[in-house]
């Protein structure tokens, strides 16, 4: 019988499964038990880091008896089936008390109906996100586990034990309870989709107008990332547009086919952000601006459809840079705070009392979308707590009074001169909606009831009302069904 002498235990040894094992490993106070289908893999893990001092387990009995109670596994697997067929097997060994992780990039809807059928037996499951890739596995991640306050008991010491750091503050909280974890990693991913669409679209409108090559760009990109804009995926933008390929001695930028890939997050995010009836334009237009660029044989019209019949080139380069530098900022401001609206309208749809301006401040370490003004989120949920549109903080105020004219000259001169910017249009438009003092759905509504008689409601007086549009074009007071 193997003895219960660890404290936390991992199943799923791929390169994020045994990264995060290392990382809990090194931190002290945890012994790790290591669990993984094929025995190859955690015979290896064990024989590459003897210092990690690892508990092997080549059955689901041992790696239950490996670990003290309540005996604490995380789940590092592919989503979906593959998970399910761990969680089926844990509920096997474990006991009441006990507690599951699930801490793969799963559907929330999932993890909400895991967690009621794991509770069922007395077993706590939490859907944990973890954002950060390989790196932030090993070295500190940022993490949203969600679960039972019963679960958080035991896990919130471990996982503050391995978790990046921030102001001196660990990257994790409680998110809230069942699936709420997985919902804000979601929301995460979506908002992460946003950013790298609108880091692509100013380089692609810096090299277009300016003639500037990949490394000049990445000078410009390194720039950035000393000022406001400071943020991983500026650093690591730099580092890509510097790369030259060993093979051809060409940028490797120029060498990599456009086609992006997409794990379906982002998708996630706007299917759910639909349901909810929240706007995310921003994160959809980068959704779909990776389903456009993985059509090639769509993109194959580049010769039959007509555009401008001259090239785009700035007088001023250096102007130019400072205006999409400021289009760039405005636009990553907006994908944020569509992204915690979503967050919000999902807490309020299932439950969760989600604390907004923590969740910006586990983002400021560990994770892909860290960025330094997630510290000015951080303070605007800290000052204002309800705040209805994270937008209209004043420190956000402030950066759009300062860029919105160079935002605006930018989109315009990007469709004048044909070059696709759908991020940043999207945005410009979401942010002049919010400014608008009344909107052209007024008409929309006069068309729904002509055709479906789905009624409206007047700006002059209480009730819901509907025009017989045929004859005399009759208003009468409907009975209101909202």
């Known amino acids: 019988m193997t003895e219960a002498s660890a404290n936390i235990g991992v199943v799923g040894l791929a390169v994020m499964g045994s990264n995060l094992a290392r990382n809990l490993a090194s931190r002290e106070g945890n012994t790790v038990a290591v669990f993984n289908r094929s025995h190859d893999k955690t015979e290896h893990l ?4 003897p210092e990690a001092g690892f508990v092997p387990a080549f059955s689901y009995e041992e790696f239950a008896a490996a670990l003290q109670k309540p005996r604490t596994a995380v789940i590092m697997v592919k989503a979906g089936g593959p998970t399910d067929a761990v969680i089926d097997e844990l509920v096997r060994v474990f006991e009441p008390g006990d507690i599951i992780v699930d801490g793969g990039n799963s559907l929330f809807t999932d993890t909400i109906r895991r967690e009621k059928t794991v509770r069922a037996t007395g077993i706590n499951f939490v859907g944990m996100g973890v954002s950060g890739g390989e790196e932030g596995a090993l070295l500190g991640p940022s993490l949203m586990p969600g679960g039972s306050d019963e679960s958080w008991i035991t896990l919130g010491p471990i996982l503050r034990s391995i978790a990046a750091v921030a102001e001196g503050e660990p990257c994790v909280t409680h998110v809230g309870h069942d699936g709420a974890g997985h919902f804000v990693k979601m929301v995460h991913n979506g908002i992460e989709y946003a950013d790298m669409q609108l880091i692509a679209e100013a380089y692609d409108l810096i090299r277009r107008g300016t003639g500037k090559s990949p490394a000049e760009i990445a000078d410009v990109f390194a720039e950035w990332n000393r000022g406001e804009l400071e943020s991983y995926l500026i650093e690591i933008t730099a580092e890509v547009l510097r790369q030259v390929d060993a093979a051809t001695g060409e940028p490797l930028v120029d ?12 998708a996630w995010t706007v299917q759910t952000a639909l349901d909810l009836g929240v706007p995310v334009s921003g994160i959809a237009e980068a959704t779909f601006a990776r ?19 001259e090239g785009f080139t700035a007088e001023d380069p250096e102007a130019f840079i400072e205006r999409v530098r400021l289009a760039l900022y405005a636009s990553k401001i907006v994908a944020y705070s569509q992204g915690f609206d979503e967050i919000r309208a999902g807490a309020a749809q299932y439950g969760w009392n989600i ?10 370490g560990g994770c892909i979308i860290r960025a330094r003004f997630l510290n000015r989120i951080t303070d605007a949920y800290a000052e204002t ?3 209805p549109v994270l937008m209209t903080a004043p420190f956000f ?13 930018v989109v315009s001169t990007a469709a004048a001169a044909g070059i696709p910017s759908p991020a940043f249009s999207s945005s410009l438009a979401y942010y002049d909606g919010l400014r608008a003092t009344r909107l052209p759905a007024a008409l929309i509504q006069g068309q729904r009831d002509f055709f479906g008689a789905h009624t409206y409601r007047r700006v002059d007086k ?5 025009t017989l549009w045929s ?8 009975e209101d069904t909202h």
């Open 46 to 49: 064990v024989a590459e880091h």
């Open 255 to 266: 060498v990599i086919l456009d086609q992006a890939g997409a794990k379906g997050t982002g």
């Open 291 to 309: 389903s456009l660029s993985s059509h090639p044989e769509q993109r194959e019209t580049a010769g039959v459809l007509p555009g401008p019949s």
């Open 355 to 364: 604390d907004l301006g923590k969740v910006a401040s586990i983002w400021r």
């Open 385 to 387: 707590p309800d705040l």
């Open 397 to 409: 105020v402030d950066v759009f009074s300062r860029a919105q004219d160079a935002w605006r000259d």
């Open 462 to 466: 209480p009730g819901t009302f509907h």
């Open 471 to 478: 004859g005399d074009r009759t208003e009468v007071e409907a």
